[in-house]
C-alpha cells in the first residue's frame, strides 16, 4: 500500500522518485594539471635574461652577420673589376696620395725581378693588376712632367692634375723613345727622373763629404806646441805612407841636414 501510494520505484508523476542529475559539458582537469600550468605561468613572468646576456647575445648575431656577409662578398665579388679598378688610381684627377706614397715602392720592386718572371705570371691576376698599376703610376709621372714644362714648374714641385686625369692613352713610348719595358725595369734614361728628385738630397750631401779635404789631406798641421806647420799635402794614403817611410829612413841615417819638419809624428 505504501510503495502504491508512493507511486512505486519508476513512478515519474507527484513529488516522490528519483531524478538524475544533467551531465556536464565542460571537462574538469585534475588538481595536478591545474598545478603545472600555474607554476609555468609563474615562471614565464619571473624570468627575464639580464642586460649582460643580451649585450653578448647582440655581439655574437651581429659577428656573424658581417662574417656571412663578408663571406658572400668575397665569393660574389668580381676581383678583375676590383683589380681594374685598383691599378687605375694613378690616373685619377688632383693629387692622389696612394700614388705619392706607393708609385715608387712599386716600380722599385717592380724592378727587382726579371721580364722573364713577370711574363710566366702574366695569366695571375694579381701579378697582371700590380703590374698595370706601374705602367699606370708611370703614365701619371711623364704627364706630371709635362705640366711643370708647360707651366714653367721646378721638378720638385707638387702637381695636380687637372681633371679629367690622366690620359688612359697617353704613350709614354713615343715621348722618349723608351719601350715599356725599360720603363718598368727603370733602365731608361728618363724613368729614373722621380728617383733623382727623392734622392737628390741624399745624393748632395754623399758629394759634399767627399769635395771635403780629409785630414791627410790638410795643407796645415800642429805641432805639439800648437804651432802651424805648412807643408806639402797628401793626395791620398799611400803618398803618405811612402812620405812616412822616406822621414824614417833619413832619421834613421842620421837626418843631419834634414830641417825639413816631421808631418803626422806626434
Known amino acids: 500500500r505504501r510503495r502504491a501510494a508512493s507511486g512505486g ?8 522518485g528519483y531524478k538524475l542529475d544533467a551531465p556536464q559539458t565542460q571537462k574538469i582537469r585534475s588538481p595536478f594539471d591545474a598545478h603545472s600550468q600555474q607554476n609555468f605561468n609563474n615562471n614565464q613572468k619571473e624570468y627575464k635574461p639580464s642586460l649582460l646576456l643580451r ?7 651581429i659577428t656573424v652577420s658581417v662574417a656571412i656577409s663578408i663571406y658572400a662578398s668575397a665569393i660574389f665579388t668580381d676581383k678583375q673589376k676590383l683589380l681594374k679598378d685598383a691599378s687605375e688610381i694613378p690616373l685619377l684627377p688632383g693629387r692622389s696620395l696612394v700614388s ?21 705570371q702574366k695569366d695571375d691576376l694579381l701579378m697582371g693588376g700590380i703590374r698595370d698599376f706601374v705602367v699606370n703610376c708611370r703614365k701619371r709621372s711623364r704627364y706630371e712632367d709635362i705640366i711643370r714644362q708647360e707651366s714653367g714648374m721646378r721638378e720638385e714641385e707638387s702637381v695636380s692634375i687637372p681633371s679629367p686625369g690622366v690620359p688612359v692613352d697617353l704613350d709614354v713610348v713615343d715621348m722618349e723613345g723608351e719601350s715599356e719595358e725599360e720603363i718598368l725595369d727603370g733602365t731608361s734614361s728618363g724613368g729614373s727622373r722621380r728617383n733623382e728628385r727623392e734622392q737628390r738630397m ?8 767627399l769635395d771635403t779635404p780629409n785630414s791627410f789631406e790638410s795643407n796645415h798641421n800642429e805641432d805639439d806646441n800648437g804651432q802651424e806647420e805648412h807643408g806639402e799635402t797628401w793626395d791620398s ?24 819638419p816631421r808631418r803626422g809624428w806626434g
Open 9 to 16: 520505484y519508476g513512478s515519474s508523476g507527484g513529488g516522490g
Open 55 to 61: 649585450a653578448i647575445k647582440l655581439t655574437l648575431d
Open 100 to 120: 705619392d706614397e706607393l708609385c715608387l715602392d712599386f716600380r722599385k720592386e717592380y724592378s727587382m725581378y726579371s721580364k722573364e718572371v713577370w711574363d710566366r
Open 202 to 209: 741624399v745624393g748632395n750631401e754623399e758629394e759634399d763629404y
Open 237 to 260: 794614403i799611400n803618398d803618405f805612407e811612402e812620405e812616412d817611410e822616406k822621414e824614417k829612413d833619413d832619421f834613421g841615417n842620421g837626418g843631419a841636414g834634414n830641417n825639413k
